[in-house]
């Protein structure tokens, strides 16, 4: 029966309470600058009194496998050492950083960003398998652009290799441990996935095996590297269930998959596991909500969103799908807690539970405070710390204050449809901005210092 402020330890890393800033984008790049804006996005959080960060997604190789504009790649000792700023900085607030490692695979920019392919005109993308029929479809009417270069069972020990270098060099920098992007239609997930992968070496799926088999092969890969190169940093990952997959997908991981999944990377040697329902697809599945029409009309983005999806046009059928999307994918309070709970009787490894907890009464529920069954023994939260950096102060040392322990986060997205413009992540709702400055005036958000 635990509460938000108990102390939980994940890998043998102690953290001071159960609240956890999920991964986000912070748009910070590799550039002489990228450090600075680490410290001025997170240590905010970490001061705040948030147990763990983890730092957003992260990429392994040198070329290709962003997902989004101004993504950070970690693959350079030499500019992951200079992070050591941003994790000390954390550690002197008393917090814990991880950080996501991901490849974006068949999910890459240059597969749907039309400004990038521009200007990468012989671009390529790491793929699992010969990308599926649906999106060959796509492809052929020009929405996007696969360039697949199906890897060889060589080449994947070699990316497996690469995310264990990433973790040696995170470790060498000081952070405290490493996250995995396995859902969210990254490369994990591809190897995870049936609908992505139809390899026929030890990296898909043999004919009596149970979906994800491949993919767990693959976890087990990049587990062996990171042991190699960085110890015994602890370890988490995300498993997906595609739950959200749209009716013309057969072949899709159920939860029961994932549950079967998260066992056996639990017996592999991940300290975590994070379960979450997702799509196939990158949909508003992955950050569910209101449609974000401030964004979306937004003149200053008008041109950003154009160059991203091939003109005026294309962008404003974007918005209309995104509109359809936001009717199918509304927001629910702690959306992966029954999948969540479910994998926590079955594994003997720290569950985390993210996805549209607002609420320091949910976190509490979630976490058994009530009585009933724990969900898990992290409660996580994303979008709302672009509202506000230091939520934690309000959150944390609330025990049964539901009155003002809310955070002010409204759930409509219109932070997070900028960023395919590279716009970084941050609240453009005024009312929430509007009351986020008067919290501040009153020094309440200083509570955490």
Same mark, same amino acid.
């Given at each position: 029966?635990?509460?938000?402020?108990?102390?939980?330890?994940?890998?043998?890393?102690?953290?001071?309470?159960?609240?956890?800033?999920?991964?986000?984008?912070?748009?910070?790049?590799?550039?002489?600058?990228?450090?600075?804006?680490?410290?001025?996005?997170?240590?905010?959080?970490?001061?705040?009194?948030?147990?763990? %960060?983890?730092?957003?997604?992260?990429?392994?190789?040198?070329?290709?496998?962003?997902?989004?504009?101004?993504?950070?790649?970690?693959?350079?000792?030499?500019?992951?050492?200079?992070?050591?700023?941003?994790?000390?900085?954390?550690?002197?607030?008393?917090?814990? %950083?991880?950080?996501?490692?991901?490849?974006?695979?068949?999910?890459?920019?240059?597969?749907?960003?039309?400004?990038?392919?521009?200007?990468?005109?012989?671009?390529?993308?790491?793929?699992?398998?010969?990308?599926?029929?649906?999106?060959?479809?796509?492809?052929?009417?020009?929405?996007?652009?696969?360039?697949?270069?199906?890897?060889?069972?060589?080449?994947?020990?070699?990316?497996?290799?690469?995310?264990?270098?990433?973790?040696?060099?995170?470790?060498?920098?000081?952070?405290?441990?490493?996250?995995?992007?396995?859902?969210?239609?990254? %490369?994990?997930?591809?190897?995870?996935?049936?609908?992505?992968?139809?390899?026929?070496?030890?990296?898909?799926?043999?004919?009596?095996?149970?979906?994800?088999?491949?993919?767990?092969?693959?976890?087990?890969?990049?587990?062996?590297?990171?042991?190699?190169?960085?110890?015994?940093?602890?370890?988490?990952?995300?498993?997906?269930?595609?739950?959200?997959?749209?009716?013309?997908?057969?072949?899709?991981?159920?939860?029961?998959?994932?549950?079967?999944?998260?066992?056996?990377?639990?017996?592999?040697?991940?300290?975590?596991?994070?379960?979450?329902?997702?799509?196939?697809?990158?949909?508003?599945? *992955? *950050?569910?909500?209101?449609?974000?029409?401030?964004?979306?009309?937004?003149?200053?983005?008008?041109?950003?969103?154009?160059?991203?999806?091939?003109?005026?046009?294309?962008?404003?059928?974007?918005?209309?799908?995104?509109?359809?999307?936001?009717?199918?994918?509304?927001?629910?309070?702690?959306?992966?807690?029954?999948?969540?709970?479910?994998?926590?009787?079955?594994?003997?490894?720290?569950?985390?539970?993210?996805?549209?907890?607002?609420?320091?009464?949910?976190?509490?529920?979630?976490?058994?405070?009530?009585?009933?069954?724990?969900?898990?023994?992290?409660?996580?939260?994303?979008?709302?710390?672009?509202?506000?950096?230091?939520?934690?102060?309000?959150?944390?040392?609330?025990?049964?204050?539901?009155?003002?322990?809310?955070?002010?986060?409204?759930?409509?997205?219109?932070?997070? *449809?900028?960023?395919?413009?590279?716009?970084?992540?941050?609240?453009?709702?005024?009312?929430?901005?509007?009351?986020?400055?008067?919290?501040?005036?009153?020094?309440?958000?200083?509570?955490?210092?």
């Amino acid at each position: 029966m635990a509460t938000l402020d108990d102390s939980v330890s994940v890998g043998g890393v102690d953290l001071p309470n159960r609240l956890y800033r999920a991964p986000l984008l912070e748009c910070a790049g590799n550039g002489p600058e990228a450090v600075d804006t680490f410290v001025d996005e997170l240590e905010p959080t970490a001061a705040s009194g948030v147990g763990l %960060i983890f730092q957003g997604a992260s990429i392994v190789t040198a070329e290709s496998g962003c997902a989004a504009p101004n993504m950070t790649r970690f693959h350079d000792p030499a500019f992951v050492a200079r992070c050591s700023r941003l994790t000390d900085a954390v550690h002197d607030h008393g917090g814990r %950083i991880f950080v996501q490692l991901a490849h974006g695979g068949l999910r890459s920019m240059a597969v749907w960003h039309a400004g990038h392919r521009a200007r990468n005109p012989d671009h390529e993308e790491l793929a699992v398998s010969r990308p599926p029929p649906q999106l060959r479809a796509l492809d052929r009417l020009g929405l996007v652009d696969f360039e697949p270069v199906v890897m060889s069972t060589a080449e994947v020990y070699d990316l497996a290799d690469q995310f264990g270098r990433a973790a040696g060099y995170a470790a060498d920098a000081g952070y405290d441990g490493i996250h995995l992007s396995g859902a969210n239609m990254g %490369i994990v997930q591809q190897f995870l996935s049936p609908f992505y992968n139809r390899r026929g070496d030890e990296f898909g799926d043999g004919p009596a095996e149970p979906p994800g088999s491949g993919g767990v092969r693959f976890l087990e890969a990049v587990h062996d590297a990171v042991r190699e190169h960085a110890g015994d940093v602890p370890l988490a990952t995300k498993v997906p269930a595609e739950t959200a997959a749209p009716r013309f997908v057969r072949r899709s991981l159920s939860r029961d998959d994932a549950v079967g999944i998260c066992e056996r990377v639990a017996a592999i040697g991940y300290d975590a596991v994070v379960p979450v329902e997702v799509s196939t697809f990158w949909d508003m599945s *992955v *950050v569910r909500g209101a449609y974000p029409d401030r964004a979306w009309a937004a003149e200053d983005l008008r041109r950003g969103y154009a160059e991203a999806f091939g003109g005026p046009l294309r962008a404003k059928a974007i918005a209309a799908l995104n509109r359809l999307q936001s009717r199918r994918f509304p927001r629910e309070a702690g959306w992966n807690a029954d999948l969540c709970r479910r994998v926590r009787r079955r594994v003997d490894v720290p569950v985390l539970c993210e996805g549209g907890v607002r609420e320091r009464g949910a976190c509490d529920e979630l976490l058994g405070a009530s009585g009933g069954e724990p969900a898990c023994d992290l409660v996580g939260m994303g979008r709302p710390f672009y509202a506000e950096p230091r939520l934690g102060a309000r959150l944390l040392g609330q025990a049964g204050q539901r009155g003002d322990s809310a955070a002010l986060c409204a759930s409509c997205n219109n932070c997070t *449809v900028p960023q395919v413009t590279g716009a970084p992540g941050t609240c453009r709702t005024p009312s929430v901005v509007r009351e986020r400055a008067r919290l501040e005036g009153e020094g309440v958000y200083e509570e955490g210092d």
